[in-house]
Nanobody
Framework: QVQFVESGGGLVQAGGSLKLSCAAS????????MGWYRQAPGKRTELVAD???????NYADFAKGRFTISRDNAKNTVYLQMNNLKPEDTGVYYC???????????????WGQGTQVTVAS
């Protein structure tokens, strides 16, 4: 059974940092690209960053220069380091396994419960 367990969220002041982790099970982790999505209150879910099996990364414009996605295939875990957080980064963050079509990441798996990130101004 495919399962993703996100952790590391919390309440932080603007300008602070958080590191999210996502432990995956039930998949051949190293064969998949991985992505982080987020959903802010009242807004659509959006892709934050993705990383392919070889470690190449892509970021949404709002994440460039502040967020870093990484993976540890030995631990079946993907991370999202978030620095200089802003109130608009508030939301629930989810990790997914997926692939690429036309150069764009897509999620192909079920999603986990997510982890809440709240950035206070």
């Amino acid at each position: 059974q495919v399962q993703f367990v996100e952790s590391g969220g919390g309440l932080v002041q603007a300008g602070g940092s958080l590191k999210l982790s996502c432990a995956a099970s039930g998949i051949t982790f190293s064969a998949y690209a991985m992505g982080w999505y987020r959903q802010a209150p009242g807004k659509r879910t959006e892709l934050v960053a993705d990383i392919n099996y070889g470690g190449s990364t892509n970021y949404a414009d709002f994440a460039k220069g502040r967020f870093t996605i990484s993976r540890d295939n030995a631990k079946n875990t993907v991370y999202l380091q978030m620095n200089n957080l802003k109130p608009e980064d508030t939301g629930v963050y989810y990790c997914t396994a997926g692939g690429y079509s036309g150069g764009y990441y897509y999620a192909s798996s079920r999603w986990g419960q997510g982890t809440q990130v709240t950035v206070a101004s």
